[in-house]
């Protein structure tokens, strides 16, 4: 039986330089014989499959690094060392190419282009920033991992990088919770007990809390405490009562969040902030 050949579609992806720059380059690509696809080479490089369908292939653009995966997924990261870079304005564009090839796994191959187009902001403009800790990738069913710098913010249990997070389908080794994922990576932070959960900039910029998306508790209703910092000093702190999927609570001008479950178990997942 002869194989029929998958079909790449040339595609076009649009960002803001202040938005998470991700993507899939197979997002359009069709197979029809419904076979998994795979990303080959982008550029002229070959994309590394043999360290697993997590590891991540270098590709240097014009303007910054892409980061590619064998099943297509991709990030890309500006290069602020580059003067056109930096002086990227509301009115201005760069334009990234990658060229790539892809596969059925069965011999079929077909050539593609994804353009991506990234528009400048003024400097003085905040933009709104979701983190989705979901995609932090942990591997395991229950990783000892420490915390990366994660788009620009840090993020600790109890005053520490190191924590446990759990992955899986279930989080069934902790008490009450049982949280079902939609691609096998942990929602977030798991806080067991009464470890406190902190979130700061990098930078030690300040910036606005607007909500975090619980995914999910051990207990509803359930009691936080819910403490604001500004040059080390508790700017805001309050008791609250959670009842619902969501916390939204505008909080200005801060430079770490601490929440503080008093003895529940929760996952939290996406953060939504003004930077």
């Known amino acids: 039986m002869t194989n029929a050949k998958p079909t790449a579609v040339d595609d076009l992806l649009v960002f803001f330089e202040h938005d998470w720059i991700r993507g899939d380059l197979l997002r359009l690509a069709s197979d029809p014989e419904g076979a998994d696809m795979y990303v080959r080479f982008v550029n002229g490089i070959r994309i590394d499959a043999k360290h697993g369908p997590d590891h991540e292939t270098i590709i240097e653009g014009k303007y910054g690094t892409f980061k590619v995966k064998p099943d297509g997924h991709f990030t890309y990261e500006l290069d602020y060392t580059l003067d056109v870079v930096k002086k990227l304005g509301k009115s201005d564009q760069l334009i990234e190419k990658l060229s790539y090839k892809m596969s059925d796994g069965s011999g079929g191959t077909d050539l593609g282009v994804l353009t991506l187009a990234i528009d400048g902001v003024n400097e003085d403009e905040k933009y709104h920033e979701v983190l989705d800790f979901d995609d932090m990738g942990v591997l395991s069913r229950a990783d000892s991992f420490s915390l990366p710098n994660y788009r620009g913010f840090a993020l600790s249990v109890n005053g520490s990088h190191d924590v446990t997070l759990l992955n899986g389908i279930v989080y069934d080794s902790i008490p009450g919770v049982d949280a079902i994922t939609e691609d096998g990576f942990s929602d977030t932070v798991l806080s067991p007990g009464s470890a406190p ?23 509803s209703p359930f009691h936080l405490t819910l403490t604001a910092l500004n040059d080390g000093q508790i700017v805001y702190q309050h008791e609250l009562e959670v009842t619902g999927p969501s916390l939204e609570l505008n909080i200005e001008d801060i430079e770490e969040i601490r929440f503080d479950f008093m003895g529940n178990s929760v996952v939290l997942d996406n953060f939504s902030l003004w930077v």
């Open 197 to 219: 959960v902190s979130l700061k900039l990098l930078d030690g910029g300040e910036f606005t809390f607007q909500s975090v998306s619980i995914a999910e508790l051990s207990a």
